[in-house]
Nanobody, 115 residues
């Protein structure tokens, strides 16, 4: 399984971005995608995940929306009302088991939010 993330960029505070994660080798009908992020000097942290429900970190709840298009083997992270503290490298990941370990990781995509 390979995951390819894209969609990062530079945006002003209050703006929006949509990240995409395309899976190859296996579709999101049998994988459960998630997003993580890592800011400079900080540990990687969970952002959002989707299975039969969605889960969000408190810091992004109400602003970010995770979704998936199984037909396109693509997961998305719609990020609204972005804040400078959202600046990080965002990684998509996938688990073969709901609530299980994330065994598959994509490369990161940089998101920079200017104030």
């Amino acid at each position: 399984v390979q995951l390819q993330a894209s969609g990062g960029g530079l945006v002003q505070a209050g703006g929006s971005l949509r990240l995409s994660c395309v899976a190859s080798g296996r579709t999101f009908s049998s994988l459960y995608p998630a997003w993580f992020r890592q800011a400079p000097g900080k540990e990687r942290e969970f952002v959002a995940a989707i299975s039969w429900t969605t889960i969000y970190a408190d810091s992004v709840k109400g602003r970010f929306v995770i979704s998936r298009d199984i037909a396109k083997s693509t997961a998305y992270l719609q990020m609204n009302s972005l804040k400078p503290e959202d600046t990080a490298v965002y990684y998509c990941a996938a688990s073969a088991v709901t609530g299980g370990e994330y065994n598959y990781w994509g490369q990161g995509t940089q998101v920079t939010v200017s104030s």
